[in-house]
């Protein structure tokens, strides 16, 4: 656990701590309070955790919660128009021809080859020499760029690159970024760090869908081609071609999330000898010897809930941030217009009034009987509401086929007893990857 204060920081130690780790300037009350309002450099920010409330900001309102500016801005300079930069017309429009691209149909018959190059790093685990430690969150990272590439552009090697320029958008905060500021300074900010190479690998990008806009394309009909050929279900009109690159770098970036899962399951599980146990015992009955089909994914209850539990207790996006458009009211508070809103699984899959005991590690909790009751808003690891996450579907599958290849085939031991630190800037990642010591099954 990444250092929790008892009281709540000054703001100057705020400012300090949340461009090095997010996560540590969550307090001890965030996890007891449902409704926490706040003043930080005399900005009103309200950190709602009540489920009902939760509802109100993402579902009933969401229109007048939007992103917040400042952090919106450090999407916008590489993403422009796509859905994770965009507000208001123009992010409708993209959502509702994005959507059908990334789908379960759309990803189905990928799914053979996903899991076929995961099982292709097993193989490459497997010949690594046992006495060495690995750093698995370099491996599963590494892992996650092949299966999204082939998702993206039908496993064409130029596409690397550009999935992992992308899966560093937006760069790191830093303090400045997340201050109110006017849009001319945010701009200079941003593209003060940019890297020279970006332009190239834009070109790139440009060139693969052009190639998919082409006549006579006969390559694969990847995402790329999916979004270059999509029609909006309102309009009937085709993206834009220089929309349809934002919407690509969009998905693109989007996509970078899953690892965070990834890393943190093999570390639970090596926690967990009694839960990894029933893991691996579930994987040996539904594969008995042979590696996994597509239509094993969806027959394995108890893997799925350890899948559960491990976002529960380490969301990859632990933080959801608005700002109000117009003043409102929230759980009988009064939220003034610009007020910052901070939705947070980091919290609210911890909060002490929604979850017992609320950090230990259960899949048992995610049973339709243990679930039944639970307030829906207390589990948001993919937000929820219009905007929740475009690839929540096809991130399951991609988990579930890594998961399900390497926990069949090994067992991941710790391989120091220094405390592993989460710590989160857009997503929540271990300090430090996770080194383990690799056991074949
Ligand atoms: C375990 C994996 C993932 C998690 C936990 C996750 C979580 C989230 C969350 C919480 C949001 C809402 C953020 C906000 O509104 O502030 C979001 C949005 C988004 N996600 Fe994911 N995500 C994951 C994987 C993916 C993948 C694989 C893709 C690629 C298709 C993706 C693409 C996006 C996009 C484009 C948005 C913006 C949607 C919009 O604003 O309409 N995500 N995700």
Redesign the pocket.
Known sequence: MPPRPAKRLSTLALLRTVATNSLAVCDEELFDKLFVARRYVAHPVFFVSDPAAIKEVLIDRFDNYP?VTSIRRLFETDLRT???ASEGET?RRH?RV?TPT?DPRAIRPDVPALIALAEQTADQIAAADPSVPIDIERWVGGLSTLL?NQVVTGGDPAGIPILRWLSKVPHKPRSIDLIPKPAWLAERLVHHRRDPALPLLDAQLHAMIEARQAEGYAGSQDLLWRLAHARDRQTGDLLPRDEVRDEAA??I???A??V??LTWIWYLLALHPEVEARFHAELDAAMPGRAPEPDDLTRLPYTRRVLDEV?RLY???PA??RQAAAKDELCGHRVPRGAFVAVM?WIVHRHRKLWTDPDRFDPERFTEANSAGRPRFSY????VG???????S??MT??LSVIAVLGRRFRFRLASDGPVVPFGGISLQPKGGLPVRVERR
């Open positions: 992103r796509g859905t994770l992010w959502r994005a990334i999204w969009s998905l970036a989007g996509g999330a899953s965070r899962a976002m969301p990859p996006i959801i941030l699984p948001i690891p993919f937000a219009p905007r929740v996450c475009i690839g929540a096809f991130a991609q988990m």
